[in-house]
């Protein structure tokens, strides 16, 4: 009797709720916390399974089963419902305990709704971190820092890091930022962690090498972090590819810019002499000459009258000759038959000029209609033109040019090919290039196009696209 009472009191003193059970499932004892955990103050000789809702009575009743047929001790965690609604976490222990009478077993239930609470909320945030951790754009890459400046191999990268680099997660995590990030620089790496420690964050420039061999320069933001109770870095790279290709492109843009810029005001420089020259040599001496006709027809008009018509018919031949050189200077300035006459004409005439100053033979199709254009197209066009004859004849060793000019969906095409010596693509694309670079220019500001197609000994083809609206 004592002993029973003594087994009652220690059962009592347990949190948790106990009960015992025979192979037929019905309690035989249970413990005070086992009538509080159920609600219920009489649970003897009531069947076990019972207190459980029915869509859960017979998942307790293979738990049972198994321990019964086993013998085995039986542990699991389980979230369960009452029969009063209530939805709780327990520790669901069973063990057998050996009796002379009949088996017997051990019934332990522990609620741990709240650690369980604790443990789930704590992977949804793990998973919450995995997944920043490896839907980020950019390479992300943890590792502990160790006290003495070292730093320990890769603990952990995403997604985005295998995939940038070509190396497999296991691959990674044998590796070290020394050898990827530092190339195995020492003095680099010390540098870094020592700025870490100090200032807890540090960017610095990379060049990271991929596993075929392949450079990325990347901006790596360095921080420093406690993750386990230890001090961890976490590197996150920026691939900086695109951006120093950005930069080489504005770097080469703006040397074509400074070159054409260059090339314009020599090709000013160069029209002003020519300009000069065409006076002096030829309107300088007409006048002159004039000048010093008329002075003679002057002095000798009453002494030699028919001397004196000779003078004056010469000097008319001056001013007409006079005339005729300032109409070529001013055509080859910009001719009056852009002007008057329109596109077409003006480069019909500018063709057949062409060929009786080069000896180059021609073909040429124009439209019978002039194309509609406003005035600045009609000059970009027609400068575009003119350059690229003056390439013909300057590097195209040609004996011939075709040159046609079509509308084609409101679009102006204008054709200029020789059967020259060609040219290479890259001489089309070197900066030093300026004529076809200022041919390019003048065609983008209107939204065109200028395209030059050609192969070594096979002549070339300009082709100007400009919209005609």
């Not at 901006?219 to 870095?233: G, K, M, Q, T």
């Not at 930069?247 to 090709?267: D, F, G, P, T």
């Not at 002007?339 to 080069?358: M, Y």
């Not at 040219?423 to 003048?442: A, D, F, H, W, Y």
């Amino acid at each position: 009797m004592q002993k029973k009472f003594l087994t009652e009191e220690l059962f009592n003193a347990i949190d948790d709720a106990v009960c015992l059970i025979g192979v037929n499932r019905n309690i035989i004892f249970s413990n005070q916390s086992f009538s509080k955990f159920f609600n219920d103050d009489e649970p003897a000789d009531k069947n076990f399974i019972k207190y459980f809702v029915p869509e859960q009575r017979s998942e307790v009743q293979k738990l049972l089963d198994n321990c019964v047929e086993t013998d085995k001790p039986l542990r699991t965690e389980k979230e369960i419902l009452l029969r009063d609604k209530r939805k709780i976490w327990v520790e669901f222990t069973l063990s057998r305990i050996d009796s002379s009478e009949e088996k017997l077993f051990l019934v332990n239930l522990r609620e741990i709704t709240k650690r369980k609470q604790y443990e789930l909320e704590l992977l949804r945030s793990e998973s919450k971190y995995r997944n920043v951790f490896n839907q980020a754009n950019d390479p992300m890459f943890v590792c502990y820092l160790n006290y003495g400046e070292t730093i320990s191999n890769f603990i952990d990268v995403n997604e985005v890091a295998c995939r940038n680099l070509g190396y497999s997660k296991e691959e990674l995590l044998g590796m070290n930022p020394s050898s990827l990030m530092f190339n195995n620089n020492e003095n680099e790496q010390t540098r870094i962690v020592e700025r870490l420690w100090n200032d807890k964050h540090f960017i610095f420039t990379s060049t990271c090498i991929t596993n075929d061999k392949r450079k990325i320069p990347n901006e790596i933001s360095a921080h420093l972090f406690d993750l386990n109770d230890r001090p961890a870095v976490l590197f996150i790279a920026r691939d900086l590819s695109q951006r120093e290709e950005a930069e080489n492109k504005i770097i080469e843009v703006s040397e074509k810019l400074r070159n054409l810029a260059l090339h314009l005001q020599n090709v000013r420089e160069e029209e002003r002499a020519m300009i000069a020259r065409e006076i002096h040599d030829e309107l300088g001496q007409m006048l002159t000459y004039l000048k010093i006709q008329v002075t003679l027809a002057g002095k000798k008009i009453h002494d030699d009258p028919e001397l004196s018509k000779n003078k004056i018919d010469s000097s008319l031949k001056l001013i007409d000759d006079s005339v005729e050189a300032v109409q070529r200077i001013t055509s080859q300035l910009r001719p009056t038959l852009l002007d008057e006459l329109g596109l077409a004409a003006a480069i019909d005439w500018q063709v057949k000029d062409f060929s009786a100053r080069t000896g180059i033979q021609y073909s040429i199709q124009l439209p019978k209609d002039e194309p509609i254009l406003a005035k600045e197209k009609l000059t970009a066009v027609f400068r575009i033109f003119q350059e690229a004859l003056t390439n013909v004849a300057r590097h195209a060793n040609a004996s011939k040019i075709f040159v046609t000019m079509n509308e084609f969906k409101n679009n102006l095409i204008l054709e200029i090919r020789d059967n020259g010596k060609g040219i290479t693509q890259s001489q089309v694309n070197s900066p030093n290039s300026l004529g076809v670079l200022g041919m390019k220019e003048r065609a983008l500001v209107f939204g065109g196009d200028v395209v030059i197609k050609s192969s070594m000994k096979s002549g070339t083809t300009v082709l100007v696209e400009v919209p005609m609206e």
